[in-house]
T-cell receptor, first 116, second 113 residues
Framework: AQSVTQLDSHVSVSEGTPVLLRCNYSSSYSPSLFWYVQHPNKGLQLLLKYTSAATLVKGINGFEAEFKKSETSFHLTKPSAHMSDAAEYFCVVSPNYGGSQGNLIFGKGTKLSVKP | NAGVTQTPKFQVLKTGQSMTLQCAQDMNHNSMYWYRQDPGMGLRLIYYSASEGTTDKGEVPNGYNVSRLNKREFSLRLESAAPSQTSVYFC????????????FGPGTRLTVT
């Protein structure tokens, strides 16, 4: 079975400081992993994806994530937070077997606050 | 190019009433999905349509029905609304069921009293 755990429900940083949002996954198969961002009262937007190519994945708005199989982690980072990064972030896993790729499994979300 | 559109944006229902949430996409995608989002729960898949003419249950299908009207449109129906169905509903689409990137609509905020 596949699952994803976001280790922090809320992270608060100051503008200009680094961001780290943590995600661990569990999968019986080699998974695909994603981060989605949801700004207040908006739909979800894909930030970045890992699909078994390079383990360090770069996304939009300066975010990146590193797939670490040994640690079953896919943490999201950004060197310097901007006020516009305040949003909720979802770590997502997709099973890579049996035509189930569309059955995305979402973490519970991490709300990022950015202080001026 | 509007992407994925949903109507209505907000709705208040009384227990036992019925309603249909509408979703349309203009990206010529084959697959479409309905999710619900509850505080602290992330998104959970209600139903999906891998291709036109097919629909399948997701994680939380009870109390809902869907119709894939054509390639563009995928509707979600609540036959007899219950307070437990108070949630934000998102429609999404993807090029195929095997493609990983799903595009989301802006959501419908539903309250059942």
């Amino acid at each position: 079975a596949q699952s994803v755990t976001q280790l922090d429900s809320h992270v608060s940083v100051s503008e200009g400081t680094p961001v780290l949002l943590r995600c661990n996954y569990s999968s019986s198969y080699s998974p695909s992993l994603f981060w989605y961002v949801q700004h207040p009262n908006k739909g979800l937007q894909l930030l970045l994806k890992y699909t078994s190519a390079a383990t360090l994945v770069k996304g939009i708005n300066g975010f990146e994530a590193e797939f670490k199989k040994s640690e079953t982690s896919f943490h999201l980072t950004k060197p310097s937070a901007h006020m516009s990064d305040a949003a909720e972030y979802f770590c997502v896993v997709s099973p890579n077997y049996g035509g189930s790729q569309g059955n995305l499994i979402f973490g519970k979300g991490t709300k990022l606050s950015v202080k001026p | 190019n509007a992407g994925v559109t949903q109507t209505p944006k907000f709705q208040v229902l009384k227990t036992g009433q019925s309603m249909t949430l509408q979703c349309a996409q203009d990206m010529n995608h084959n697959s479409m999905y309905w999710y619900r989002q509850d505080p602290g729960m992330g998104l959970r898949l209600i139903y999906y349509s891998a291709s036109e003419g097919t629909t399948d249950k997701g994680e939380v299908p009870n109390g809902y029905n869907v119709s894939r009207l054509n390639k563009r449109e995928f509707s979600l129906r609540l036959e007899s609304a219950a307070p437990s169905q108070t949630s934000v509903y998102f429609c999404a689409s993807s090029e195929s069921y095997r493609s990983y990137e799903q595009y989301f609509g802006p959501g419908t905020r539903l309250t059942v009293t």
